[in-house]
């Protein structure tokens, strides 16, 4: 049992004709993006806003209207991956490096599902370095102020060259420790010039699927 696909799959409940739909970016939500094109296909009507670049090329090879988000009042759901869950169902995002296009999506959404396999699911956010978007203007700079608030930090790189976002931004992977407050670090983080978002989502999920490796599928609530 992949869990993974489980939770991907599961999710996909949640959808129902006629919907706005968010889809998230990474190897969990695939299985949410794979589950929703069979169901299009087999008559669904729905339309999708893509976190990235990568799942928009998904989306629109699994035959998924997609649309902009300028184009709807809100979202009703978004299925989205994560990198760690908390008890409150605070996140990290980003761990592929989808972390803005993520945050815009989700806060343009009713319902935020989370679909994640019991790995990521944590009593406090911190061991997952913690992905920070920064602009490549000053971006040193940027590090350093993010350093000075008690982190270190890497610029990340992808086969030996500084990895680029959908959006032309860097990305600094943070080791805070263990994060105490998640909801002050968020806001804090984002007052440093230079700092476009970071991949605290603090009270924006509602509900975590969770599969596990024995093929059990939880499903929680806020
Ligand atoms: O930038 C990537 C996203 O935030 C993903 O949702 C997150 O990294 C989890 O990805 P995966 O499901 O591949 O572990």
Do not use: H
């Not at 991907?8 to 969990?28: N, P, Q, R, V, W």
């Not at 939500?29 to 928009?56: C, D, F, H, Q, W």
């Not at 989370?114 to 040193?140: A, C, M, Q, R, Y």
């Amino acid at each position: 049992m992949n869990p993974k696909k489980l939770t991907g799959e599961k999710a996909a409940d949640f959808i129902t004709d006629g919907m706005m739909i968010g889809l998230g970016t990474g190897s969990t939500a695939y299985y949410a993006i794979k589950k929703v094109g069979e169901m299009v296909r087999n008559g669904l009507n729905v339309k999708a806003v893509p976190t990235s670049k990568e799942t928009a090329d998904l989306a629109a090879e699994e035959g998924i209207e997609l649309i902009e988000l300028s184009e709807v009042e809100k979202l009703d759901i978004t299925i989205d991956g994560a990198d760690e869950v908390d008890p409150d169902f605070n996140l990290i995002k980003g761990g592929g490096g989808a972390l803005l296009r993520e945050k815009i999506v989700a806060a343009a959404t009713e319902r935020l599902i989370i679909i994640v396999d019991e790995s990521k699911l944590v009593n406090k956010l911190g061991d997952f370095l913690l992905p920070i978007e920064v602009t490549p203007f000053n971006w040193e700079y940027t590090q350093k102020m993010i350093n000075k608030m008690g982190a270190t930090s890497e610029i990340r790189k992808k086969g030996g060259e500084i990895f680029v976002t959908d959006n032309d931004n860097y990305i600094l992977d943070c080791d805070f420790g263990k994060i105490e407050n998640p909801e002050k670090l968020t806001i804090d983080l984002n007052t440093i010039p230079g700092v476009v978002e970071n991949g605290i989502f603090a009270n924006m999920a509602e509900i975590v699927v969770v599969g596990y490796n024995d093929g059990k599928i939880e499903v929680m609530y806020k």
